[in-house]
């Protein structure tokens, strides 16, 4: 069982930057591949980033690539989200996600078992 809690959203202008992070509950927190991901109101939950294992091997989706980075702390049990060049387009609720999958690249939603409970990012125009 993995418990994870986000934390670091907010309000911020567009062009500004904020760091999300997400603490996890367990002792084999290396093991997992840690996501993003990301609900805007009236849309589906869509992937962010992902960061595999302790490889630290990431991915990302278009829309935030070379604006966003994941970045993990096993010693810490903690994943991060560095988001700069926030645009309003960005506004949504950010949820932190483990995944145990094994084999390829962890980008859709049932590819994680365990979710938080989200933070609200909000980018004013």
């Known amino acids: 069982q993995v418990q994870l809690v986000e934390s670091g959203g907010g309000l911020v202008q567009a062009g500004g930057s904020l760091r999300l992070s997400c603490a996890a509950s367990?002792?084999?927190?290396?093991?997992?591949?840690m996501g993003w991901f990301r609900q805007a109101p009236g849309k589906e939950r869509e992937f962010v980033a992902t960061i595999i294992w302790s490889r630290s091997n990431t991915y990302y989706a278009d829309s935030v690539k070379g604006r966003f980075t994941i970045s993990r702390d096993n010693a810490k049990n903690t994943v991060y989200l560095q988001m700069n060049s926030l645009k309003p387009e960005d506004t949504a609720v950010y949820y932190c996600?483990?995944?145990?999958?094994?084999?390829?690249?962890?980008?859709?939603?049932?590819?994680?078992?365990?979710w938080g409970q989200g933070t609200q990012v909000t980018v004013s125009s």
């Open positions: 996600a483990a995944s145990s999958l094994r084999v390829g690249v962890p980008m859709l939603s049932i590819h994680y078992g365990y």
């Open positions: 367990s002792r084999s927190f290396s093991s997992y591949a």
